[in-house]
């Protein structure tokens, strides 16, 4: 059977462009079953907008790996409204990425927020305002990999 991958992705002019794709699980075959070695992600690359220009900055992307405890997370801090506020750090780069969702000054609008610093020093940021129907596409997204992330789709 043949695999596709695709991105989703919200792109505002001026602001930048967020993508989300998915990486499935990681298998071992162990006689006559296999079992998940490692549990898949969703990946969030972000990018700012190049100015005067249709275009985002990808040379100079943000990236994160959203796993199953960080889906947890961003589903309750939407429905609660309470938002949404992760950090990770990378145990051997020391790389850091941080990613806030919080309602906008607008009503229906939600500011997403992701960073990164690299441990060299360098480090970029993304603003990005979405509307309530991305917001909602987004849950969707998060709802739909949470079990495939684990495996429990076969």
Not at 34 to 53: D, L, T, W
Not at 95 to 100: G, N, Q, W
Not at 110 to 133: H, M, P, R, W, Y
């Amino acid at each position: 059977m043949a695999k596709f991958t695709s991105n989703a992705s919200f792109y505002r002019r001026g602001q930048g462009e967020i993508q989300f794709s998915f990486k499935g699980p990681t298998w071992s075959e162990g006689g006559d079953h296999q079992r998940v070695e490692r549990n898949g992600c969703v990946f969030v690359e972000a990018a700012k907008a190049i100015p005067n220009s249709d275009k985002s900055d990808w040379d100079k992307k943000i990236l994160i790996g959203l796993g199953f405890n960080d889906f947890g997370q961003i589903l309750s801090g939407l429905r609660t409204g309470a938002g949404v506020k992760l950090f990770h750090k990378h145990p051997s780069t020391g790389d850091t990425s941080k990613l806030e969702i919080e309602p906008g000054q607008q009503a229906g609008t939600f500011k997403v927020f992701i960073s990164g610093k690299q441990a060299d020093g360098e480090s970029g940021f993304v603003n990005i305002f979405l509307s309530t129907a991305d917001i909602t596409s987004l849950v969707n997204l998060i709802e739909f990999a949470t079990p495939r992330v684990l495996g429990w789709d076969v």
